[in-house]
């Protein structure tokens, strides 16, 4: 089950997985607390909780486990790409 997005980046020289409600958001505290990064090896994915623990899945990875939980909204599903989800497909 999806729980949240999620940023996995190495900041300050530490590789870390940021939970977050937007991605953007990521980017927008980066900037907002002076942290070194490259924005180019920042991967956007999101927190699966599997039951036992919780682990970083990409984009698509969390497309198949939101559709099996049947976690997108309603109304994004006419719309939904099924290859890669975005935090606007479940909340």
């Not at 699966?48 to 994004?76: H, T």
């Amino acid at each position: 089950m999806i729980i949240s997005a999620a940023c996995r980046a190495t900041v300050n020289g530490v590789k870390n997985v940021f939970p977050i409600h937007r991605h953007a958001d990521f980017f927008l505290w980066m900037k907002l607390l002076h942290c070194n990064y490259d924005k180019n090896e920042v991967e956007q994915g999101f927190i699966d909780w599997n039951g036992f623990e919780e682990q970083f899945v990409s984009r698509e990875e969390a497309a198949k486990i939101a559709v099996e939980y049947n976690q997108i909204l309603p109304q994004m599903q006419e719309d939904f790409n099924s290859h890669c989800l975005y935090s606007e497909d479940i909340y």
